[in-house]
């Protein structure tokens, strides 16, 4: 059973457009949120994280909007580019589950040029 | 540069053969390593904790009689598939990290895909 519902499966946006991928948990222990990238064939890679007690972070074209209330968090991509074809992977961590990630299912994103 | 490394990339082998996976932390030593493995167009599901010096913990429903994990030192965890089935061929990968906290990121390797054949 995924502790993380993440979605869509999977969606396609013009190159310049905005990608949205939303996720949402109901373990209240969860206190930090990341989020990967992965490519085909390689292991995911670390793109941004967020605490619960910040509502937004951003770090260039990619903001983790996060509400603690709802329990849900999702990423912006903005700007999208072909390079950004990937698949994305929300997470939750939680010190007393020994700091397990707890992945989302994962959606693909693919960028039109 | 990669900071996790895994080796190898790719493995075919026989049904019935058994198949040894390395994850080496390259720049930090790993108290702790995660092993996952993720079948194709689907999340990464957790095996097993290794931790260093001690047994690994497994999840509920991973056979720790197959998949056997070794970690001999902080800085290698080994996973060896042991009388490997074609149900077994999937996408193996490691990750660690400095500290477990909050504030150190897991590092992921780069995966080793097995196909069991």
């Known amino acids: ?113 | 540069g990669a900071v996790v490394s895994q080796h190898p990339s790719r493995v075919i082998c026989k049904s019935g053969t058994s198949v040894k996976i390395e994850c080496r932390s390259l720049d930090f030593q790993a108290t702790t390593m995660f092993w996952y493995r993720q079948f194709p167009k689907q999340s990464l599901m957790l095996m097993a904790t290794s931790n260093e010096g001690s047994k690994a913990t497994y999840e509920q429903g991973v056979e720790k009689d197959k998949f056997l994990i070794n970690h001999a030192s902080l800085t290698l965890s080994t996973l060896t598939v042991t009388s490997a089935h074609p149900e077994d061929s999937s996408f193996y990968i490691c990750s660690a990290s400095r500290h477990q906290s909050y504030n150190s990121p897991l590092h992921f390797g780069n995966g080793t895909r097995l196909t069991v054949t």
């Open chain 1, 1 to 113: 059973q995924q502790q993380v519902k993440q979605s869509p499966q999977s969606l396609i946006v013009q190159k310049g457009g905005i990608s949205i991928i939303n996720c949402a948990y109901e373990n209240t222990a969860f206190d930090y949120f990341p989020w990967y990238q992965q490519f085909p064939g390689k292991g995911p890679a670390l793109l941004i994280a967020i605490r619960p007690d910040v509502s937004e972070k951003k770090e260039g074209r990619f903001t983790i909007s996060f509400n603690k209330s709802a329990k849900q968090f999702s990423l912006h991509i903005m700007d999208s580019q072909p390079g950004d074809s990937a698949t994305y992977f929300c997470a939750a961590i939680t010190a007393k589950d020994d700091y397990k990630l707890s992945f989302g299912a994962g959606t693909t994103v693919t960028v039109r040029a």
